[in-house]
């Protein structure tokens, strides 16, 4: 792969593409390594639509609604992607279930975020369940996608402490924050090729940082 070039993607959405944007503004700096070619939304109300188009992306509108079965739905969505050159595609808040056969169509090439930290709370209310759960740590993961939901090899994670008094929305505020960065980054390291599926697990090339633990409850500092 030429160092100037950027790999081109496709964004499927079915919403209000707060993920999306937050790929579309990564984009916009002349280094990141991908660029978005096209935002496709199976919902034509989808808030992300007009995002879309107001940063100067295609959207296309593929309603499932307006087709006879999954097939012939999947079918025109890929002839989509394929029309707009798209290397890589990305689920960003995309709500419909798609088929081994789209999903083997790209292999390794598409990715998806989802508002949990994998394997647990697959499926959906994720941060409804967390607080059920009583966890103390929550978070989101990029991964692959593979036919079965929401357990494909994972790419990259961010978490982010649960609090005493959290609500469902407070909590989905405060992943979502960390979405919208570490969708960008996953991208990215996939684009640059840093990134590498071995026996359906993800490997990382290069150098990485420890990072920091992160430890919840972590009491105020006024409590401390
Ligand atoms: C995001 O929180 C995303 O992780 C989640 O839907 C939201 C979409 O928001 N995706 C899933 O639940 C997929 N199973 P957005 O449209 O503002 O990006």
């Known amino acids: 792969?030429?160092?100037?070039?950027?790999?081109?993607?496709?964004v499927l959405i079915s919403g209000r593409g707060s993920n999306m944007a937050s790929l579309i503004e990564a984009a916009a700096h002349p280094t990141y390594p991908a660029e978005i070619v096209v935002v496709i939304s199976n919902r034509p109300e989808a808030g992300g639509l007009a995002r879309a188009a107001a940063a100067g992306i295609p959207t296309i509108v593929v309603d499932h609604t307006a087709h006879a079965d999954r097939e012939a739905f999947e079918r025109e969505l890929h002839a989509a992607l394929v029309a707009h050159r798209a290397e890589l595609v990305c689920l960003a808040g995309f709500m419909r279930l798609l088929t081994p056969w789209l999903i083997g169509n790209w292999e390794g090439r598409m990715l998806n975020i989802h508002p949990s930290l994998l394997p647990l709370f697959k499926g959906l209310h994720t941060h409804r369940r967390a607080l059920e759960a009583g966890v103390r740590i929550h978070g989101c993961t990029v991964h692959y996608v593979?036919?079965?939901v929401d357990s494909g090899p994972i790419i990259a994670q961010a978490a982010v402490p649960v609090l005493p008094?959290?609500?469902?929305?407070?909590?989905?505020?405060?992943?979502?924050?960390?979405?919208?960065?570490?969708?960008?980054?996953?991208?990215?390291?996939?684009?640059?090729g840093r990134v590498r599926l071995a026996d359906g697990r993800v490997r990382l090339e290069g150098a990485w940082?420890?990072?920091?633990?992160?430890?919840?409850?972590?009491?105020?500092?006024?409590?401390?």
């Open 209 to 224: 940082d420890e990072g920091s633990a992160l430890i919840a409850p972590r009491p105020a500092a006024r409590e401390r």
């Open 1 to 10: 792969m030429a160092a100037s070039h950027r790999r081109r993607v496709g």
């Open 165 to 192: 008094n959290d609500t469902e929305e407070a909590l989905a505020a405060r992943v979502l924050r960390q979405e919208h960065a570490l969708y960008p980054l996953a991208l990215s390291l996939v684009a640059q």
């Open 146 to 148: 593979v036919p079965e």
